[in-house]
């Protein structure tokens, strides 16, 4: 019997954001019981950051774990920063509700895009222990204590027991969330080495970690300077996609003409630029307003734009903020005490046609970098996306794939999964191109991967010379020690083949004379070397050209 439509239509029912998030929690990063509990960390940490730089403020954060039932996986997380506070009124969307917050809608630099981070944790802890989560905002000399719950149905903030204080309490946030299912341990994945990784990252953060056994990890800054703040910038129309320019347009209630619409609200579009795109689209009214603007209208405007008889200047870089080579080397000194430590610094490009990026790139060797595997060392890839560590997903990263496309053997790397070396990567851009909304990896971006593969290389060409002194070194220094264990006897024997001398006093010749042999050959050899290298890097630098 056939099933009519109005039957098969009784089960039609809305859902809301929040609703579809629980039941795909996976795309948060809430997966595993170890990422879970480091997607938790990561989120308040990188909310903390991004509060206190906004504020001006050099970060002071505290994260404390407590292991309340081992059985069910059930622990306590109180993070708390020294950041500006939340106001009350926006207390409730700010960590309660998906898809709110101060970043979605700006075209700034950030680690966090989406406005879910907080409020995932917030839903991830009401399913799973069924409890609130407790709130303390410092701001004002004023101080809030709430408990805070999703309303899964509608995405709406559930505000309980709310107190407000008067006084001089000073400014930051306490978040206390109770989550289950969730485990702490000092993997590679877990909460210790994302705060590891943060701090190499963050060098003007001081950051604390207490464990469940008590124990406390500090990492002070090793910076007093707070890092600029990026500035907002107005999208590049190059890009523009159709959907992008008719949104745009419909939303604009102050421009009354297509054309100054363009020019207020695009960077690179001059008055100039509206004639050439006038001529290109002849039948187009671009004294008509922005919102009566058509789909077919606006699908030939986009053509337009993308004509190469247009010639754009690119899109200004004054958004991209990177952490800088000094601050990256100090960090990576003060944390991993390495041997040898190289940090490249890009110039800022753009990819999908108008997105401004920047790619840190750094080497760090021997030392306390590398991933310690048992009594063994190998190689490590730490990756960052606007200063935030990206510890998940390592396989579809941009950032991996550079680094497996690279040929380290021409850097005198033989065997790199195995070598002690660290490989540094920090992308900045107003948009960082993420492969889900759990942002722990970086799409293959042509234009991005291309560029991480440059940076990386010409951090390599300087650790290559590095590696080729230190072997060379090592072998004068061999056979300088092989050398040495024959002078005492040739010392005898020659007095008694020539009939004269003193035996002590040939010796002391020998010795001398090897000594001024092989150091002279050390420092004549380094000579050498540089000017091998400079052939070497010279041709690497031919393949980089294209970029």
């Not at 990206?390 to 999964?417: H, M, P, Q």
């Not at 056979?479 to 004269?500: C, M, T």
């Not at 010749?509 to 890097?537: A, F, R």
Request: hydrophobic content about 35%.
């Amino acid at each position: 019997m056939v099933t009519s439509t109005e039957k098969i239509f009784t089960e039609f029912k809305e859902h809301s954001v929040a609703e579809f998030f629980k039941k795909n929690q996976q795309m948060l990063g809430f997966s595993g019981k170890t990422r879970s509990l480091t997607t938790i960390v990561h989120e308040y940490v990188t909310n903390s950051l991004d509060a206190c730089e906004e504020a001006s403020l050099l970060p002071e954060v505290t994260i404390a774990i407590t292991e309340l039932d081992k059985d069910t996986g059930k622990y306590r997380v109180v993070a708390e920063d020294n950041g500006p506070g939340i106001p009350e009124k926006h207390i409730g969307k700010a960590l309660g509700m998906m898809l709110a917050g101060t970043k979605f809608h700006r075209y700034a630099q950030q680690r966090g895009q989406q406005g879910i981070g907080a409020s995932g944790c917030t839903m991830y802890a009401q399913i799973t222990t069924g409890k609130p989560v407790k709130v303390v905002s410092r701001y004002d000399t004023k101080r809030i204590t709430c408990e805070l719950s999703i309303d899964l149905k509608s995405n709406s903030p559930k505000i309980m027991n709310a107190v407000k204080e008067d006084g001089n309490f000073g400014n930051g946030i306490r978040v206390e969330a109770e989550v289950g299912d969730v485990r702490f341990d000092k993997s590679s994945f877990g909460v210790y080495e994302y705060i590891r990784r943060t701090a190499l990252a963050n060098p003007h953060l001081s950051i604390t970690l207490i464990d469940p056994e008590g124990q406390k990890s500090s990492f002070p800054r090793s910076s007093d300077s707070v890092p600029e703040k990026p500035m907002m910038v107005q999208p590049h129309p190059m890009g523009l996609s159709t959907n992008d320019l008719i949104d745009f347009a419909h939303r604009e209630k102050e421009c009354r003409r297509v054309s100054s619409f363009l020019q207020e609200r695009f960077a690179r579009v001059s008055a100039a630029k509206v004639d050439t795109l006038r001529a290109l689209v002849p039948d187009l009214d671009f004294d008509k307003k922005p919102s009566d603007l058509q789909w077919h209208e606006a699908e030939k405007l986009v053509k337009a734009i993308q004509n190469p008889q247009v010639k754009w200047i690119a899109p200004t870089t004054d958004s991209v903020k990177p952490i800088g080579k000094e601050q990256i080397e100090k960090s990576l000194r003060n944390i991993l005490a390495p041997e040898f430590v190289v940090v490249t610094e890009r110039s800022p490009k753009i990819f999908k046609g108008g997105i401004p990026f920047m790619v840190e790139a750094a080497l760090a060797y021997g030392g306390g970098a590398g991933r310690a595997n048992g009594s063994m060392t190998g190689s490590e890839v730490i990756r960052y996306a606007n200063r935030a560590p990206l510890l998940f997903d390592n396989s579809g990263c941009a950032i991996t794939e550079a680094v497996k496309e690279i040929d380290w053997k021409r850097y005198k790397l033989k065997n790199f999964e195995e070598e002690p070396i660290s490989v540094f990567v920090n992308i900045s851009s107003v948009y960082v191109p993420y492969t889900s909304a759990g942002k722990q990896a970086i799409s293959n971006e042509d234009e991005i991967l291309q560029e991480i593969k440059n940076a990386i290389m010409e951090a390599a060409r300087d650790l290559q010379r590095y590696l080729s002194g230190v072997n060379r070194d090592h072998d004068r220094k061999e056979r300088k020690k092989a050398i040495l264990r024959y002078v005492q006897q040739l010392s005898k024997d020659l007095p008694e083949l020539a009939g004269k001398g003193k035996s002590a006093e040939i010796e002391k010749m020998l010795v001398h004379l090897i000594e001024t042999k092989y150091s002279g050959q050390i420092e004549n050899g380094e000579d050498e070397e540089e000017s091998t290298n400079g052939k070497n890097g010279k041709v690497e630098e031919e393949e980089d050209i294209d970029e």
